[in-house]
Nanobody
Framework: QVQLVESGGGLVQAGGSLRLSCAASGRIFSSDGMGWFRQAPGKEREFVAAISRSGNKISYGDSMKGRVTISRDNAKNTVYLQMNNLKPEDTAVYYC?????????????????WGQGTQVTVSS
């Protein structure tokens, strides 16, 4: 059974930073592409970042490009999202996703497994 557990969310002031982690289990982590998405109240789910299974291909969504960095440690079965210069509009639940493919994709429906999400709140 695949399990994704996000951590690292919380309350931060505008301009601050957070590092999200997603620990995966139940599949061979290094075989799968990973992604981060977010969803704010009343809004649709939005792509944030994705990384290929080897880590050599990365894609970022427009909303946070230049302020986020996705990385993975296949030895630890963990994917990270470093977020800098956070803004109040970044407030959302952030979800980790895992897909049975090797690429980095922004297509949410392509992902097979999802975490429960971690709340990020940015105060002004």
């Amino acid at each position: 059974q695949v399990q994704l557990v996000e951590s690292g969310g919380g309350l931060v002031q505008a301009g601050g930073s957070l590092r999200l982690s997603c620990a995966a289990s139940g599949r061979i982590f290094s075989s799968d592409g990973m992604g981060w998405f977010r969803q704010a109240p009343g809004k649709e789910r939005e792509f944030v970042a994705a990384i290929s299974r080897s880590g050599n291909k990365i894609s970022y969504g427009d909303s946070m490009k230049g302020r986020v960095t996705i990385s993975r440690d296949n030895a630890k079965n963990t994917v990270y999202l470093q977020m800098n210069n956070l803004k109040p509009e970044d407030t959302a639940v952030y979800y980790c996703a895992q897909g049975r493919f090797q690429i980095a994709t922004a297509t949410a429906v392509a992902y097979d497994f999802w975490g429960q999400g971690t709340q990020v709140t940015v105060s002004s």
